[in-house]
């Protein structure tokens, strides 16, 4: 059974945390968490984990990699986590830190990802979850979306695992446009995990 350490911040309030211990709880995604990692104490997802008795530790940065080693993760989810991944954490682990991005990251860094009705999609590089909506919005796209992707050196690039899709509507908003999105998105988070641990 693959085992998985899942590292949050207070960014977030911890809904890929919960969808990821629903669906192991429901044995639909074959797979064991190890250890939930905050970088602050008051992180919502903290109160998540504990109420399925699941192992929580908080975490500086800095002391990042002597944390993931001791605990032998097959893959590293990222769920709200602000700090900068170190380089010798990317060495550490290659190919097994997965990250939510709030955009559509394209399969090569020319390329591009086209939404469902053919426009081009925004990759929101660099920017965080609120700022990246608000860009859909202020770019009048047809679609919001999000990828997860393996983290690598490139910045906000690396081999994408999935995508989802949400179509914006006339009178959305900011709150209105990531309720939806996010639903997609931890949906897409545990099939993700599900082709890579079952």
């Known amino acids: 059974m693959k085992r998985l350490v ?17 669906a192991i ?18 992180a919502y997802g903290l109160k998540r ?3 399925h008795n699941l192992k929580t530790e908080i975490c500086p940065s800095k002391e990042l990699l002597p944390k993931l ?5 097959d893959f590293i989810c990222l769920s709200g986590w602000r700090q900068f991944i170190e380089d010798n954490v990317l060495k550490a682990f290659p190919d097994r830190i997965l ?10 860094l020319r390329g591009t990802v086209k939404n469902p009705d053919g426009t081009n999609a925004l990759w929101n590089r660099g920017k965080m979850t609120q700022k990246a909506i608000q860009n ?12 997860i992707h393996f983290l690598s050196n490139e910045f906000d690039f690396g081999k994408v695992l999935g995508r989802t899709f949400e179509k914006i509507r006339k009178n959305d908003n900011v709150e209105s446009l990531y309720k939806r999105q996010k639903a997609k998105e931890n949906k897409m988070y545990v099939e993700v995990l599900q082709s890579l641990c079952n």
């Open 49 to 51: 984990a504990r109420k």
């Open 99 to 108: 990250n939510l991005h709030p955009g559509l990251i394209p399969d090569g």
């Open 136 to 147: 859909f919005l202020d770019k009048k796209s047809t679609y919001a979306g999000s990828s």
């Open 6 to 22: 899942l590292l949050i911040s207070n960014a977030g309030t911890g809904t890929n945390l919960q969808a990821i211990i629903d």
């Open 69 to 73: 080693k001791e605990y032998s993760p």
């Open 25 to 42: 709880e429901n044995k639909s995604l074959k797979a064991k968490i190890a250890v939930v990692i905050s970088s602050d104490k008051d």
